[in-house]
């Protein structure tokens, strides 16, 4: 039984170097497979082994503070906190997702949306609860350990310190959509996530007040779990402080002249085209663009018959109606046409050919001047006026006072209003009969109506230019730009002349002193206008009632009401503030539009003279501001 | 009595000894790095452990070496006997576990039996060793190379416990113990239409484990050999984590404790199946230079010293040892290196784990008993 056990039938030798020779080959397969990984590829792999466990990931800058000329906040950023999760430390993400529903009172399918909408690696956190509340906060945290892979992040957002002020101004900001990040411009700045500006200050500086991103570098494990920082870390940069030439006081007083009326105030300093107020009505709340906005609030926003986002002091043309007298009447003056003396009798119409024009005060002026005939806004004086002149020169002096065009301001799109010309008919009428300029055609435009249009900034600017001697500045808003720690001052804005009137300073200053009459004169229109007579401040300024249908066709109807226009500055001898109101279908200019600005005239000098405003005074219009 | 211990001792193969120990001790050193963790802290006389399992494995270690010892005192007429019936307990263990066993990592290996967790398969491939040399030593081919008919039992002897390790599934020891029988009955020799028609059958065999045997995870790892780049996230991340490990150690290594793929657990089962990653990530080209030149000496001397044995049983024993030894060292290195599935065998030696050492140890001191020379135990 044990013999084949003990003896050893084959070649033995031969078979074990058989068997050498095979074990050689397999390790030198190996060796060879090492050598092409190690040596050959080494490099390459070392690199991939870097890239592995390092992480960078960049830090957004806080955006840049814009302030009043006064250095009060407008628009800040405060802390938000997002709950979000990391779904590699997450086993079921399911259960883990009803638990948090359920923590913080929400559905599931919610959170399940936000988790489903958001792509990329593995490793970036999915943001369930974008800026949650400081009690969702408080009830993830305390519940931390049964919430694994829960975590909560906290970033700077957004925050408008007065919430609609100045709104239309400031604007507002959105998250950067696909189409924007392709953009050539933005690429390789911004990110999926990112705010941009979209609107106001916030879209036309965007450069200036996105600051530099941060990068921050660090050392993962397989699990992506932060285990080092590298050195290399660049601090994120935040955006620069904008400040603007609004007064925030000013600014208030004229939204809240506004409220609940639609229409557009401008407050400018005539001597150097500073906006000290740009206010439009209705306006918003920009705060609600820094959170997740609802189809139905962006409709209701952007497309409501309100138009929020419109901004009426730029983007909206209104007939200037007798506010054009003023500027009719200097062309008058410049033109020889009529002096300071000349007298026209008002019969409460006027005809031209065999069409007749009413005055608004239908049993008429009677002999009116120059200072007269503005002071009761006597249509009749301003017909004669504008047929003599005809109109081109009208033209031509409505464009030397900036209308017709746009003024500058960097702000959004604005709109370029229209003073009528036989150029412009001819262009706009082309090949039909209605081509040619009609002399009956011009005493609607004398006195600012028919195809007549202006912004209220381009009659701030054009008002402004009447009582500084004859310049034309652009207005502007931002002051000074400064880095974001108030330190270095980047960049500074200095007035700028457009253009000169090149009028004699003899003729503006009569329609000036001829405008004080229209608040302060006896049968003045604008009397609503007048400050406290304690305060000893003159005022200037000019009526306009604009019709926004023809008068026969008018009805009681809201919208066919009148657009109310009041133009003023003061003191009316050697004014600093320049203020235009219009106000959407108020009625008339002297009993709508006048206490609107002598509001804002108000807010100006009891800032300015510390003054204050005696309660005998008060207007009942005030009791609501 | 003494004069016997000493004569025995003496003729142990001390060469064979060293190697095998130098291995374990470097696997220790490897395994302290990939455990590395700064949480935890052992402190023994003035040093510092960072690491539970060093010291673990370390005992096992120690144990195993003690096995190794009392197996090289068995004289080998004791295992020519008993042989067969090493391999019916084994194979017994091992249908055992299919129904008593507990299930770890998705398969059915081991074996709890109160005071020790055994995994029967490991016992196995011992089993088939033994079994094997006995029955290929008492029926030696008639004309020297074996024929189809003549291979018939050893056969069965080798398929039967594959198939039941299969079923666990556990296709790296099912394939070890393949590997085993297939280099003891290639030693021997077969007849080339044996061989012709065996590579046939295998290629047969092949298709139908394909189809009907081997899990959607087997399925998986064996593509996704071919491509890990297809699934970097999945079933392809070992390999790439690996490859990248072992190919930017370059030249001369990381360093000791350096290795960023090994401490920032980009490596997966590092201390087990992956410790070469760890080990080529930080010593380098030279240094896995040295632990291949190590393996291949062992083997070497493993093979060389059999011709010492006195016995044919003795030989074939040894090249079963050589083979399964081989076996686990290619596949495991194949496997870290990228050209060879992720099977998951360990490597003999150096990967964290008590079976596994044992086994190895066990093993070598089978291979031992067969030279070594002894008076008083000897059966003549």
């Known amino acids: 039984m044990y013999s084949s056990y003990e003896k050893i039938p084959i070649q033995l030798p031969q078979r074990i170097y058989v068997f050498l020779l095979a074990l050689l080959c397999a390790f030198f397969l190996i060796a060879a497979r090492l050598w092409y990984l190690q040596v050959i590829k080494g490099g390459s792999f070392a690199e991939q082994s870097k890239n592995n466990r390092q992480r960078t990931v960049s830090v957004p800058p806080a955006r840049g503070i814009i302030r009043d000329r006064n250095q009060v906040p407008l628009a800040t950023n405060r802390p938000a906190f997002n709950i979000q999760m990391y779904l590699q430390e997450v086993t079921e993400v399911d259960a883990t997702i009803e638990h948090l529903a359920d923590i913080l009172d929400v559905s599931p399918d919610d959170l399940h949306h936000q988790l489903h909408k958001q792509g990329g690696p593995r490793f970036r956190p999915r943001v369930l609860v974008r800026d949650a509340t400081r009690e969702q906060v408080e009830r993830v945290l305390s519940r931390r ?91 994120a940069i935040p955006g620069n402080i904008l400040q603007l030439t609004i007064d925030r006081d000013i600014q208030q007083a004229a939204d809240r002249a506004l409220s609940g009326k639609s229409g557009a105030i401008v407050a400018l300093v005539p001597q150097t085209g500073e906006i000290l107020a740009l206010s439009s009505a209705p306006n918003f709340d920009p705060n609600i663009f820094t959170g997740e906005l609802t189809k139905a609030q962006w409709e209701a926003l952007s497309q409501g ?62 002999a009116v001047n120059l200072e007269m005939a503005l002071s009761v806004s006597c249509d009749v004086f301003f017909y004669i006026l504008g047929q003599r002149l005809g109109i081109d020169r009208i033209h031509e002096y409505g464009s030397k006072f900036g209308l017709g065009k746009a003024t500058g301001l960097e702000l959004v799109q604005e709109a370029s209003g229209l003073i009528p010309s036989t150029e412009w008919k001819q262009k706009r009428y082309a090949g039909t009969p209605e081509s040619r300029w009609f002399p009956g055609e011009t005493p609607s435009v004398a006195i600012g109506q028919g195809a007549t249009s202006a912004t209220p900034l381009q009659l701030a600017v054009a008002m402004s230019a009447l009582v500084n001697g004859g310049t034309i500045y652009r207005p502007y808003l931002v002051q000074g730009v400064y880095s974001h720690d108030g330190k270095t001052e980047k960049d500074s804005f200095r007035p700028k002349m457009l253009s000169q009137l090149n009028v ?4 503006l200053m009569q329609v000036q002193n001829a405008l004080k009459s229209v608040v302060h004169g006896k049968r003045g229109t604008g009397k609503l206008a007048q400050l406290p007579k304690e ?76 003054l204050s405003v005696p309660p005998a005074v008060r207007h009942p219009e005030d009791v609501n501001t | 009595m003494i004069q016997e211990v000493k004569t025995f001792t003496k003729s142990l193969d001390w060469i064979l000894i060293m190697l095998v120990g130098i291995l374990p001790v470097i696997g220790l050193a490897v395994l302290y790095s990939a455990s590395f963790d700064p949480d935890i802290e052992h402190r023994f006389f003035f040093w510092s452990f960072n690491s539970h399992l060093v010291f673990r494995q370390l005992n096992y270690f120690l144990i195993s070496l003690v096995f190794m010892f009392i197996v090289a005192s068995i004289p080998p007429r004791l295992s020519y006997r008993f042989a067969h019936v090493a391999y019916a307990s084994a194979l017994l263990l091992l249908l055992s576990v299919l129904v008593y066993g507990t299930i770890s990592n998705g398969s059915r290996r081991w074996l709890h039996l109160g005071f020790i967790n055994l995994q029967p398969s490991e016992l196995m491939k011992v089993g088939v060793i033994l079994a094997l040399a006995r029955y290929l030593s008492r029926v030696p081919p008639k004309d020297g190379l074996y024929t189809c008919k003549e291979l018939f039992m050893p056969a069965c002897i080798v398929l039967l416990p594959m198939l039941v390790i299969l079923r666990q599934p556990d296709l790296g020891t099912a394939l070890s113990i393949g590997a085993i029988g297939a280099s003891m009955i290639l030693f021997i020799g077969v007849k080339r239409s044996v061989l012709f028609g065996l590579s046939i059958f295998s290629t047969i065999g092949g298709a139908v484990g394909w189809l009907w045997f081997l899990h959607p995870y087997q399925k998986k790892r064996i593509l996704t050999m071919f491509n890990p780049e297809a699934d970097p996230r ?41 410790i070469f990653s760890v080990f080529a990530e930080e010593w ?48 495991n290195l194949g496997m870290v290196v990228g050209f060879l599935p992720v099977v998951g065998l360990p490597l003999p030696l150096m990967s964290y784990g008590g079976s596994s050492l044992m086994t190895t140890f066990f093993s070598i001191g089978l291979a031992l008993s067969v030279t070594a020379q002894r008076s008083v135990f000897s059966y003549r």
């Open chain 2, 234 to 274: 999945g079933s392809g991340y070992q390999i790439i984590q690996s490859k990248i490990a072992v190919g930017s150690g370059e030249l001369f290594g990381k360093g000791y404790l350096e290795g960023s793929q090994t401490r920032l657990e980009f490596i997966p089962e590092r201390t087990t199946d992956f």
């Open chain 1, 305 to 366: 018959k309100e138009r929020k986002l419109s901004n009426r002091a730029v983007q909206s043309v209104y007939p200037p109606a007798s506010l054009f007298k003023t500027f009719l009447g200097v062309a008058g003056l410049e033109e020889g046409l009529i002096t300071k003396k000349t007298t026209e009798y008002c019969p409460g119409y006027h005809t031209v050919g065999d069409r007749t024009f009413r005055c608004h005060k239908h049993d008429g002026h009677g």
């Open chain 2, 284 to 331: 380098g080209f030279l240094g896995s230079m040295v632990i291949l030149g190590l393996y291949l000496l062992l083997l070497f001397r493993l093979l060389t010293q059999s011709t010492k044995a006195k016995e044919y049983f003795g030989v074939l024993v040894t090249v079963g040892v050589v083979g399964m030894i081989f076996f686990h060292v290619f596949v």
């Open chain 1, 535 to 610: 305060w000893n401040i003159s005022v200037g300024g000019k009526t306009g009632t604009s019709q926004v249908v023809s008068l026969h066709s008018k009805t009681e109807k809201r919208e066919h009401e009148h657009h109310a226009l009041f133009a003023a500055f003061a003191p009316s001898e050697a004014p600093e503030i320049v203020v235009v109101a219009v106000i959407e279908h108020g009625g008339s200019g002297g009993i709508a539009a006048a206490p609107v600005v002598r509001q804002v005239l108000e807010a100006f000098f009891v800032k300015s003279r510390a």
């Open chain 1, 145 to 235: 350990l049964s919430l694994p892979g829960i975590s909560v992040s906290h970033y700077p957002i957004r925050f408008y310190n007065e919430a609609s002020l100045a709104a239309h101004v400031i604007g507002h900001i959105r998250e950067i959509n696909k189409a924007e990040l392709i953009q050539p411009d933005f690429r390789g700045y911004y990110q999926r996530g990112d705010v941009i500006g979209k609107y106001g200050l916030e879209d036309t500086w965007e450069l200036y007040l996105q600051g530099r991103r941060g990068r921050n570098s660090f050392l993962v494990n397989a699990h992506s779990v932060k285990i080092q920082d590298l050195s290399d870390q660049t601090k």
């Open chain 1, 504 to 507: 004699e300073k003899k003729h």
